[in-house]
């Protein structure tokens, strides 16, 4: 098993530039969320889906959407990237059992840099 | 809303000194605690959950409600412990509150 994979592993973009990073999992988990990192701020959440077809905001949601068509797939757009969104992405699954409250698998990371 | 507060940016101790990571959370409900680790050049995981009352690598973590913290402790620290570690809250399935991270180095 792979577990949790994310695509691409770094990108550098321009100020209104559009991209969309690609999570995936094998571990037929219900739920799955994405995080931005940033030093001194810990991890914060975007998005999350407890669900195909499910999406929902988190902390941090301005800037970015989401969309689970399939179940072991969760994609984060940026529509038009800004500097502020200069951050290290992270994916993760958790399984339906206990409502999420078992350990969620993280992926290794995107490093993304809008210039 | 919720909010876990880790008060030590940097920890750093001797191999073979005892260890406390800090952290306080605030959440009105029933809170379920976590600590992720992430070891240098690999990805967050996680290292403990409360509700599990393990030890995981000689570490353990008691909730206390009535401080309203869930510190991580080790006895005896050793070189491989340095990493990131974050303490995180869980709200159904929404999603972790994580706190900012404690960078532990263990000076050799």
């Known amino acids: 098993n792979a577990g949790v994979t994310q695509t691409p592993k770094f990108r550098v973009l321009k100020t209104g530039q559009s991209m969309t990073l690609l999570c995936a999992q094998d571990?037929?988990?219900?739920?799955m969320y994405w995080y931005r990192q940033d030093p001194g701020m810990g991890l914060r959440l975007i998005h999350y889906?407890?669900?195909?077809?499910?999406?929902a905001k988190g902390e941090v949601p301005d800037g970015y959407n989401v969309s689970r068509l399939k179940k072991q797939n969760f994609l984060l757009g940026l529509e038009s990237a800004a500097p502020s969104q200069t951050s290290v992405y992270f994916c993760?699954?958790?399984?339906?059992?206990?409502?999420?409250?078992?350990?969620?698998?993280f992926g290794p990371g995107t490093r993304l840099t809008v210039t | 809303a919720q909010r876990v507060t880790q008060p030590e940016k940097l920890l750093s101790v001797f191999k073979g000194a005892p260890v406390e990571l800090k952290c306080n959370y605030s959440?009105?409900?029933?809170?379920?605690l976590f600590w992720y680790v992430q070891y240098s050049r690999q990805r967050l995981q996680l290292l403990l959950r409360?509700?599990s009352r393990e030890s995981i690598k000689g570490f353990t973590a008691d909730l206390n409600k009535g401080e309203t913290s869930f510190h991580l402790k080790k006895p005896f620290a050793q070189e491989e412990d340095s990493a990131m570690y974050y303490c995180?809250?869980?709200?159904?399935?929404?999603?972790?509150?994580f706190g900012k991270g404690t960078h532990l180095i263990i000076q050799p």
């Open positions: 993760a699954s958790s399984p339906l059992e206990g409502g999420g409250s078992y350990e969620q698998y």
């Open positions: 571990m037929n988990h219900e739920y």
């Open positions: 889906s407890v669900g195909e077809g499910t999406t």
């Open positions: 959440y009105s409900g029933s809170p379920e």
């Open positions: 409360h509700i």
């Open positions: 995180a809250l869980l709200k159904s399935a929404d999603g972790l509150t």
